[in-house]
């Protein structure tokens, strides 16, 4: 009889210890990986402090010793809240990481003391941790898959990415428009984030190309917090292996006067003054060393039609051909087309990606070449480039 009585009570202080404990509920993802250090970032369901546990990819237990622990700090302070960023740095090139996220919820904070709730963590012990590995120093290849206008169709996306492997895919290029919108969190994580954690991006990052319906939302504003880079800018440069890439931004599509915007667009100046960032990234020794040098758009330049398009054209386009770009890659329109240089106006190739194929494209010591497959994994075109700016060393 005691036991009968004993039991349920144990059952209910159990319940009562762990119900509404805080939850991980989306991630861990990797960004703005370089050679010695990238941002690991996830969500919480509730407000909490953040630190990520580092560990050498070394075939030992994750639980042999005490792992460093590297906290999300601002401004001399713990980050309190229920999406997490740390940036791992000091790390060595070429290296794999092992590592685990924790977060510790904040219950209540005052000014001379804060309260404490449950730690949410990501597990070691039943299954082997997430492992990343950064970026090797003058790397001799490169292999990426490049994704774009999905709008939150998980269904396709799940389809493309079967072309990401991870011994042998460095990162994936989300290209633009993979949202319908940026309203909410939820719906940001939703329509592509949660899924391509599930399939790759605890541990391969991902470099984002903001599109033009990422410019609308009430959260839109925020979009470096959920995809930071070096630039603090949604355009930016990096390189990887023997490729240099120049990720634009070119707005919305339409004149900033339309009536869509409601006053609060002012795309125009904002293309300046990228432009005059552009200027300056192509005269870099980095960019200018590189075998391959490729520009990367959300809108394509080519046959500009709509008033965006043209005026990126206008700034962006003169400063490309003076600086020797192999390649621009493009979304936006849905369908797949392929533009080889006009000899005057535009003296680079683009490719127009659909929202329905990926773009498989591996760079080495003699050429990169491209390959669009479809949602099957069938071959639909493929195209090859020598090496136009020097050996690989």
């Given at each position: ?7 349920p ?13 805080i939850?991980?509920?989306?991630g ?7 050679e010695?250090?990238?941002d ?24 042999l010793s005490?792992?460093?622990r ?18 791992l ?17 904040v ?9 404490f ?28 898959v ?6 939150g169709?998980?269904?396709v ?6 072309n ?30 949660d899924t391509?954690?599930n ?35 949604p ?6 292996g ?6 634009l ?10 009536i ?18 552009l ?9 200018c ?8 758009i ?7 039609g ?13 400063i ?13 329109l ?24 990926a ?20 071959l639909l ?6 090496v ?6």
């Open positions: 009889m005691k036991i009968r009585v004993i039991v009570l144990i059952l209910l202080a159990f319940q009562a210890v762990f119900a509404g404990a939850e991980i509920v989306s861990p993802y990797i960004q703005n990986m370089t010695t250090g990238c690991v970032l996830w969500r919480t369901d509730k407000p909490a402090t953040a630190w990520v546990e580092l560990a050498p990819d070394d075939g030992t237990h994750f639980y005490e792992r460093p590297i906290y999300s700090t601002d401004l001399g302070r713990a980050v309190v809240g229920t999406f997490h960023k740390v940036s740095t000091g790390l060595k090139p070429g290296t794999s990481y092992r590592y685990r996220i924790f977060s510790e919820e219950t209540d904070m005052q000014p001379y003391h804060v309260s709730g449950g730690i949410a963590s990501s597990k070691v012990y039943p299954m082997d941790p997430p492992c990343f590995r950064t970026v090797e120093k003058n790397k001799k290849d490169v292999e990426f490049m994704i774009n206008d999905v709008h169709k998980n269904d996306l799940s389809d493309l990415l079967s990401v492997k991870k011994d042998k895919t460095d990162f994936v290029l989300y290209n633009g428009d993979m949202v319908d919108f940026m309203d909410s969190e939820d719906r940001l994580f939703s329509s592509f984030i391509s954690v399939m790759f991006a605890k541990e391969i990052p991902t470099y984002v190309s903001r599109g033009n319906h990422e410019t609308r939302g009430a959260i839109s504003k925020d979009y470096m917090k959920y995809f930071p880079n070096s630039n603090g800018k355009y930016y440069s990096f390189k990887y023997p490729c240099y890439f120049v990720v931004d070119g707005g919305e599509d339409k004149p900033d006067s339309d869509e915007y409601s006053g609060t667009s002012f795309f125009d100046d904002y293309r300046k003054e990228e432009a005059a960032w200027r300056e990234t192509v005269e870099s020794e980095e960019f060393t590189a075998p391959y040098r490729i520009a990367v959300h809108v394509p330049t080519v046959d500009a709509w008033h965006g398009p043209m005026h990126a054209r206008q700034l962006f386009e003169p490309l051909n003076n600086a020797g770009i192999d390649l621009m890659l493009c979304g936006h849905h369908c797949y087309s392929y533009h080889k240089p006009d000899g005057k106006d535009r003296q680079f190739p683009v490719l127009i990606n659909s929202n329905q194929d773009v498989v494209v591996n760079a080495d010591a003699d050429s990169m070449k491209l390959k669009v497959l479809d949602r099957q994994g069938r075109h493929q195209f090859e480039y020598p136009s700016h020097g050996k690989v060393n």
